[in-house]
């Protein structure tokens, strides 16, 4: 089964082509292009959403060209159809849909059983924009279009593994999510397959989000998580102690949430009485303030990780989003499993997807295909954007 995936529901542009021998379950990697924006938000410290949603509709055309060029699915051909298929769909970006009608009347239609793309959550305007792409090419090309949530995208990136082709994961159930992004720090619990419980959730920002605002406290760039990790790496490294300690807000409340935003006041006061005393904060305090921020941001993450792998008797945790990444993070969960002698699996996706990439919506699109198929789902007669989608129990 061939499958063409879109994400666009931030500040990433990504499309990917992919072929699952479904005998074997193994996943090809045809092409996966993602175009980032990154650069572009940095000067306002996050993303700025009427940005993104022009960088999408400027970048999604020419990037199906070079994933089709890439796989070998590009072939020359003129062709002709009725552009009102295109322009009629509401709310369509007017130059992507002519740039999509030029480009779709001069090549032969590509080998695609399946058009996946994300339908939330994110940024509604971004979202739309992948959204009336796919719609625009599933009916010109007849290709039926399977929506997918991009929370379950992050969750069935753990199969990637950095080759190009590599086994789907077999996941055993009930297991635990951990999601950890810029959008989201969420705990779910999976009962079944299609089934999903938010079990825990941040009450105010997301931990991505307190990187990257922590980040710009101290002048390092945007995206902030990468960033801050380098240099508290060092600081652990040379085992430099921290001149600010910061709180770890609800490790001890007895449910599964989570609360990042006091930390971030903390840093800024801190900041703040060490730039009013001595006029600057020096590199090496920039260093350690980073090391105990993400000390403190990593100990009420592992401590409510395995709250919920007691309280729910769970042996396999899938750990994803761009915080994923974090080496810091994923070592403290690691060790606490030697330590704690847990029986418990952790997997963490190849670096190359725990930020936002299509890659990961044709893999979570394939197993809803699958679903569809032999009718354990529905496939929604129209697609629509929703900027808060959720992951629940009802996404049968
Ligand atoms: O999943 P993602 O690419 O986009 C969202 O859906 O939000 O996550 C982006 C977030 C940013 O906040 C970025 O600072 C954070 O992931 N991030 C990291 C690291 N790499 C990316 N945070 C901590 N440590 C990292 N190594
Ligand atoms: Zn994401």
New binding site residues.
């Given amino acids: 089964m061939k499958i063409l995936s879109i994400e666009s529901?931030?500040?990433?542009t990504s499309i990917a082509y992919i072929h699952v021998d479904e005998a074997t379950e193994t996943a090809t990697i045809l092409s996966h292009i993602t175009s980032s924006q990154a650069d572009l938000h940095t000067q306002y410290g996050g993303v700025f959403p009427m940005i993104a949603k022009r960088e999408h509709a400027k970048n999604i055309v020419p990037i199906f060209k070079q994933v089709l060029i890439e796989s070998g699915a590009y072939t020359e051909k003129t062709v002709s159809f009725d552009e009102s298929i295109i322009t009629s769909i509401p709310m369509i970006d007017t130059g992507m849909a002519q740039e999509l009608c030029d480009f779709l009347k001069t090549i032969d239609k590509a080998e695609i059983d399946y058009i996946c793309v994300t339908h939330g959550p994110?940024l509604e305007m971004s979202l739309w924009v992948g959204v009336n792409f796919a719609m625009a090419l599933s009916r010109v090309w007849d290709i039926p279009l399977v929506p997918v949530n991009?929370m379950e995208g992050?969750i069935y990136s753990i199969s990637v593994n950095g080759e190009k082709s590599f086994p789907l994961h077999t996941f055993t159930y009930p297991y635990l999510s951990l999601l950890?992004?810029?959008?989201?720090t969420q705990l779910v619990l999976a009962p079944n397959k299609n089934e999903y419980k938010i079990i825990g959730n941040t009450k105010d920002d997301?931990?991505?989000?307190a990187?990257?605002k922590v980040?710009r406290m101290i002048d390092l760039p945007?995206?902030?998580?990468?960033?801050?990790?380098k240099i508290a790496r060092i600081a652990r490294e040379k085992g430099m102690t921290s001149w600010v300690t910061l709180p770890r807000p609800m490790i001890h409340t007895g449910d599964l949430d989570f609360s990042f935003s006091g930390i971030k006041t903390a840093v800024l006061y801190a900041v703040e009485k060490k730039v009013k005393e001595s006029g600057t904060i020096t590199e090496d305090e920039k260093m350690t303030l980073a090391m105990e921020f993400?000390n403190a941001v990593t100990d009420v993450i592992v401590k409510k990780l395995f709250k919920a792998v007691d309280e729910y008797h769970i042996e396999e945790i899938a750990v994803a989003?761009?915080?994923?990444?974090?080496?810091?993070?994923q070592e403290q969960i690691k060790n606490h499993i030697t330590k704690e002698g847990y029986g418990v699996r952790v997997y963490f996706p190849d670096r190359s997807v725990?930020?936002?990439n299509a890659l990961m919506i044709a893999l979570a699109g394939y197993k809803n295909i699958k679903e569809i198929l032999s009718g354990n789902k529905k496939n929604p007669s129209t697609i629509k954007a929703n900027g808060s989608l959720r992951l629940s129990l009802g996404d049968k």
Avoid: K, L, M, R
């Fill in positions: 529901s931030c500040d990433d994110g991009h992050h950890i992004s810029g959008g989201h997301a931990v991505g989000e990187f990257d980040a945007y995206p902030g998580g990468p960033a801050i990790s993400e989003g761009g915080v994923a990444a974090n080496n810091y993070i725990t930020g936002d």
